[in-house]
């Protein structure tokens, strides 16, 4: 079954990191649908990644707009120059995101499809995903359902940037990875490394 979660990117002022994530703490700590907060260590610097489960786009929506109406979003308003909020439905055949120490190195890669790239880049991954996860796993597979099309993003733990460097170059080398063709469904990707607050669930 598809999951849906909440995914929110918020850019704060430089250096200011260690401040935002201390007032979301208080904020996000001790909520039982938040999965994962974490800061950008390479790619684009600045960038705090929160995901929570939702339970369908719906919930997702009001918990949004309760947020954007308060006069602290997040508690840190006064520290954010940028703030994006969507809803990612996940591929039906990839596991549900669970809390658990899986990092603490996050690679998260956003990718544009062209037009019509959704179900062959879909079948493609529901056909390599398993080869792929045995060299390591996969923690999230999930198009975007709001904002701008046709976003898919997808998420690597590894213990450190060393064995993500080893991994990634083992998998292409035991042609498991990547997806024949899949890069022919590309309009552009994106690639950051996150690390997670010390309150993630998903360390």
Same mark, same amino acid.
């Given at each position: @079954?598809? !999951?849906?979660?909440?995914?929110?990117?918020?850019?704060?002022?430089?250096?200011?990191?260690?401040?935002?994530?201390?007032?979301?703490?208080?904020?996000?700590? *001790?909520?039982?649908?938040?999965?994962?907060?974490?800061?950008?260590?390479?790619? $684009? +610097?600045?960038?705090?990644?929160?995901?929570?489960? $939702?339970?369908?786009?719906?919930?997702?929506?009001?918990? %949004?707009? #309760?947020? &954007? !109406?308060?006069?602290?979003?997040?508690?840190?308003?006064?520290?954010?120059?940028?703030?994006? @909020?969507?809803?990612?439905?996940?591929? /039906?055949?990839?596991? =549900?995101?669970?809390?658990? /120490?899986?990092?603490?190195?996050? !690679?998260?890669?956003?990718? +544009?499809? #062209?037009?019509?790239? +959704? $179900?062959?880049?879909? #079948?493609?991954?529901?056909?390599?995903?398993?080869?792929?996860?045995?060299?390591?796993?996969?923690?999230? $597979?999930?198009?975007?359902?709001?904002?701008?099309?046709?976003?898919? @993003?997808?998420?690597?733990?590894?213990?450190?940037?060393? !064995?993500?460097?080893? &991994? %990634?170059? *083992?998998?292409?080398?035991?042609?498991?990875? =990547?997806? =024949?063709?899949?890069?022919?469904?590309?309009?552009?990707?994106? +690639?950051?490394?996150?690390?997670?607050? =010390?309150?993630?669930?998903?360390?």
């Amino acid at each position: @079954m598809a !999951e849906h979660y909440d995914v929110t990117n918020i850019t704060v002022r430089p250096g200011t990191h260690p401040k935002a994530l201390a007032a979301l703490d208080n904020r996000l700590g *001790k909520s039982g649908d938040l999965l994962a907060c974490w800061y950008s260590e390479i790619g $684009a +610097v600045n960038q705090i990644l929160i995901i929570r489960k $939702a339970p369908d786009a719906a919930a997702a929506i009001a918990a %949004r707009r #309760k947020e &954007l !109406e308060s006069s602290n979003p997040f508690g840190i308003g006064e520290l954010i120059t940028g703030l994006s @909020m969507d809803t990612y439905v996940s591929l /039906d055949f990839v596991a =549900p995101m669970t809390p658990g /120490d899986f990092g603490p190195c996050y !690679e998260v890669r956003n990718y +544009v499809l #062209k037009p019509g790239g +959704v $179900a062959p880049t879909i #079948k493609l991954w529901r056909k390599a995903v398993p080869g792929r996860a045995a060299v390591s796993p996969l923690l999230a $597979a999930m198009i975007a359902a709001t904002g701008p099309a046709i976003r898919f @993003m997808h998420i690597w733990p590894y213990k450190s940037f060393d !064995e993500r460097a080893r &991994l %990634r170059d *083992k998998a292409v080398a035991d042609g498991v990875w =990547p997806p =024949p063709g899949g890069r022919d469904l590309l309009v552009s990707q994106h +690639v950051d490394i996150y690390l997670p607050a =010390p309150f993630s669930p998903l360390r």
